[in-house]
């Protein structure tokens, strides 16, 4: 099973980028799909993910209105498309399948991850 982040990276601040996880070895289906972005010295956090009971997307606060995630369950892929974004946007973006049943991005709740793509916004 592997999961390959594409789309790395550098905007000017208020532009856009698309990130594409491609899935193979397993079959995405409605399986949990997550974004997850982590920063040096921070802990890594949840920014996009849509659980898979209700298919409603969650976005961490930062990002609700810019941030946009999406599948292709006939490509086995999954997407973050990133608007007007910030410096503060920057960062390395993990994509991630699990089982998580909550309206949130719960890390723990993901057990398949890729290997992270570099996203830098400069001012």
């Known amino acids: 099973v592997q999961l390959q982040a594409s789309g790395r990276g550098s905007v000017q601040d208020g532009g856009s980028l698309r990130l594409s996880c491609a899935v193979s070895g397993f079959t995405l289906g409605w399986s949990a799909i997550g974004w997850f972005r982590q920063v040096p010295g921070k802990e890594r956090e949840g920014v996009a993910c849509i659980n898979t009971s209700d298919g409603v997307p969650y976005y961490a606060d930062s990002v609700k209105g810019r941030f946009t995630v999406s599948r292709d369950i006939a490509k086995n892929s999954f997407y973050l498309q990133m608007n007007s974004l910030k410096p503060e946007d920057k960062g390395r973006y993990y994509c991630?399948?699990?089982?998580?049943?909550?309206?949130?991005?719960?890390?723990?709740?993901?057990?398949?991850w890729g290997q992270g793509t570099l996203v830098t916004v400069s001012s």
């Open positions: 991630a399948v699990g089982a998580e049943l909550r309206h949130r991005c719960t890390e723990a709740a993901y057990d398949l």
